[in-house]
């Protein structure tokens, strides 16, 4: 057998709509030279070793559909440009990115496929899909393949590269809503919404975040005064600026207190029920370090609570737990802490995990010391000894919380000015209000992280995601701006231009990326050729821009995808059988045609498709859209716009040097040609351009007077356009 191998080709990063899904994807062009005579059932012991290093496979269920499919084509046999693809997609699964489309296809030229994945992040997805290719020679050649490494170095790159799950939960919540996110940066800030109807969140924070706020929050003992003169009930306590002080100042409140810093995060310094000055005294040099200032308070008796508010409503709620070990009378309390406590399977240090292993850190051992131990001794048999008075606050109590402790935590976040807050308080009952047992409200959060209420130790999951996408977008707002998105094989630039125009004639500041280059409300931001991904991100992300419109042609939808998910309107020039694109396998107009839809098919549901109802490959596209068809030709008596219209379909065309919009049988005169400079020449290809513009303005319905001022005024000589292409 000749050597054998899987080499790379390319790897395209489709990071929007493409031929192939809604979802951003990663193709990779893979030559599998001559393995293209070896399936998979004709290598020898490769179907056991691939199944022994990922049983999870026999979840794939693959062509045959149902469960254990994909297992069904290996052993019948199949070629390993497929077998990547579902490698591929099961790394990324093991590594904590569930499920994904994925698709391999044969290419015009033998061995060459293209196998497509769901890129959850392109670094993470490039990575696995590499890791796949080796882990699959491997199988082919009979060598060792270390999957446990390979999974987990997935994993930390999945975890870096990744959404937290804080704001992941977010972004979700607003994919089910069907508002549209641009990640921002490499960490969590990310914008949900187009233009100028967007809003930004940075994890739990959102633009309505005011900086003032924050700064309150961050100042605990500022935090607490403003509570108490609007009262609110907080523990009594004061600053302290020394061991001495916080002694004199823990007589003035009365044993036992709590000392800990005034702008401290995470637990990290504070310590609880102290009794001694000794202790206080630890404490105290403990807290000064982690922040700068101490803070003295009277203990609160109970258990620890965060309440999370959103746009002045509780939403959810988890309780603390105490954390104790028992003796055994032979192993040290460092040996029982692992033995009992971290065993615990939802103790861990990812994400997957709601409860933080144990560490005797100075507040634990401070704990240790008052019960008259070290983390050395060994506890007698049966003795319980307190390691954490409040662990982890992960425990669901959302449904317990009284009214009026839901009402002192809203009004705690409004006092302090956030929109997104994490309310912390002390409290024997939830259930009860907290004047009734000295409960008291110690901490407002900014920017709080939901992992707590996403998967608690115990009770149910809340829907805290939905809480922050529905107090960002009322009932009704999408995010979305008007987006035009207009393909075909000629003229596309021209009616890019003059729908910009027709746009900002009827009220909007319109972002425009086409041939010619970028515009912002008319201003020209790039020269030269912008009808791709970037040019048209650059718009979406632009808080003045309230409308956009779009060129992409064939190669920029197959080489990067769409730049935005959905659009309002869809234009579709007319195909071209001459151009093909034979490097990226397309060679027949009936391919070019499938890659043409990608535009029809982010049509919104309350939008349409402008189409030229002249090409038959472009009219057949009619069906595909999920909103309303607008067909366009120069000939009126067209078949194709005769059977629309019979059906109550919308058209434009021309008819006795008029250019008339029809709603079935109902028509209308629009204007006549020779007062449109576009159309001075009633035959040629503008014609076609200034009706797919009309079309498309009709489409967002902007008003025909508008529309019919904007074409009799609109002069391409002006404006540097390109030549119709």
Not at 389 to 403: C, S
Request: charged fraction near 25%; charge should be negative.
């Amino acid at each position: 057998m000749k050597k054998k191998h899987i080499e790379f080709l390319d790897v395209l990063s489709l990071r929007g709509p493409n031929i192939w899904t809604y979802r951003p994807v990663l193709e990779a062009w893979v030559d599998i030279g001559e393995l293209e005579e070896y399936p998979s059932n004709r290598i020898p012991g490769f179907y056991e070793r691939l199944v022994d290093w990922l049983p999870t496979l026999i979840e794939h269920r693959c062509s045959p559909g149902v469960r254990g499919g994909f297992l069904q084509r290996l052993r019948e046999g199949t070629w390993p440009g497929h077998i990547l693809e579902h490698v591929t997609l099961e790394l990324q699964n093991l590594a904590g990115l569930p499920g994904g489309f994925g698709k391999a296809r044969e290419t015009s030229t033998r061995g060459v496929y293209r196998v497509i994945v769901r890129a959850w992040h392109e670094d993470v997805t490039r990575a696995a899909l590499y890791a796949g290719r080796d882990l699959v020679m491997a199988a082919i050649e009979d060598r060792p393949f270390d999957v446990a490494g390979t999974v987990e170095s997935l994993r930390a790159l999945a975890q870096a590269r990744c959404l937290g799950p804080s704001t992941a939960c977010i972004v979700d919540a607003a994919d089910d809503r069907d508002i549209p996110a641009i990640r921002l940066s490499d960490g969590n800030l990310v914008q949900l919404g187009y233009g100028a109807r967007q809003r930004r969140i940075w994890t739990a924070e959102t633009d309505r975040t005011g900086a003032i706020a924050e700064g309150i929050s961050r100042d605990k003992d500022l935090t607490k005064r403003l509570l108490a003169a609007c009262g609110v009930p907080v523990p009594e306590g004061r600053m302290v600026d020394s061991k001495e002080d916080a002694w004199e100042a823990a007589q003035d409140i009365g044993l036992p207190v709590v000392v800990k810093p005034c702008d401290g995060n995470h637990g990290r310094g504070v310590f609880t029920d102290l009794r001694t000055r000794e202790e206080i005294e630890t404490a105290f040099g403990v807290a000064d370090g982690e922040g700068s200032g101490v803070i003295v308070e009277r203990f609160v008796p109970g258990n620890e609570h965060r309440l999370l508010v959103v746009g002045g409503r509780m939403v959810a709620a988890a309780r603390g737990k105490s954390a104790s070990v028992v003796g055994d009378g032979r192993s040290t309390i460092d040996e029982l802490i692992d033995a009992q406590l971290n065993t615990d399977p939802r103790r861990g240090s990812t994400e997957d995990h709601p409860l933080n292993l144990v560490r005797l850190d100075s507040a634990a051992r401070l704990e240790l010391a008052r019960q008259g131990f070290a983390a050395e001794a060994v506890p007698p048999a049966g003795a319980e000894v307190l390691i954490q008075r409040n662990g982890n606050v992960a425990f669901d109590v959302t449904d317990a919380v009284h009214p009026s402790v839901a009402a002192h935590v809203c009004l705690a976040a409004r006092i302090v000015g956030l929109d997104v807050a994490g309310v912390d308080l002390v409290a024997e009952d939830i259930s009860r209000p907290l004047e009734a047992q000295r409960g008291a409200v110690v901490e407002v959060n900014a920017g709080p992280g939901l992992l707590m209420h996403l998967k608690p130790a115990d009770g149910e999951p809340r829907p805290v995601g939905r809480a922050i996408v529905e107090h960002l977008f009322p009932a009704g707002d999408s995010g979305r701006i008007p987006i035009v998105g207009i393909t075909g094989s000629h003229g596309t630039t021209l009616v890019a231009e003059l729908v910009a125009e027709l746009m900002h004639l009827a009220g909007h500041r319109v972002g425009l990326a086409c041939g010619n280059g970028l515009y912002f409300d008319r201003r020209r931001i790039e020269a030269g050729d912008a009808a791709h991904w970037a040019p048209a991100q650059r718009a979406l992300k632009n808080r003045a821009i309230d409308g956009a419109v779009f060129e992409t042609g064939a190669r920029a939808i197959l080489t990067e995808g769409l730049a935005y998910d959905r659009c309002q309107v869809g234009v579709v020039t007319g195909l071209d059988p001459a151009c093909t694109l034979p490097d990226l396998s397309i060679d027949e107009p009936a391919q070019i045609a499938n890659v043409l839809r990608t535009i029809v098919d982010v049509v919104l549901p309350q939008g349409c498709a402008v189409l030229n109802g002249a090409d038959e490959r472009v009219a057949a596209l009619a069906p595909l859209c999920d909103g309303d068809v607008i067909l366009f030709a120069r000939d009126g008596g067209l078949a194709t716009l005769a059977a629309h219209r019979a059906v109550g379909g919308r058209a434009a065309f021309v008819r006795d040097g008029w250019i008339v919009l029809a709603t079935g049988q109902n028509e209308q005169q629009l204007a006549p040609l020779d007062q449109v400079p576009l159309a001075a020449d009633a035959h040629g290809a503008q014609v076609d351009a200034v009706l797919a513009a009309v079309a498309a303005a009709w489409g967002l319905w902007i008003s025909l007077d508008g529309i019919r001022a904007g074409i009799r005024t609109f002069d391409p000589a002006g404006r540097a356009c390109a030549p119709a292409r």
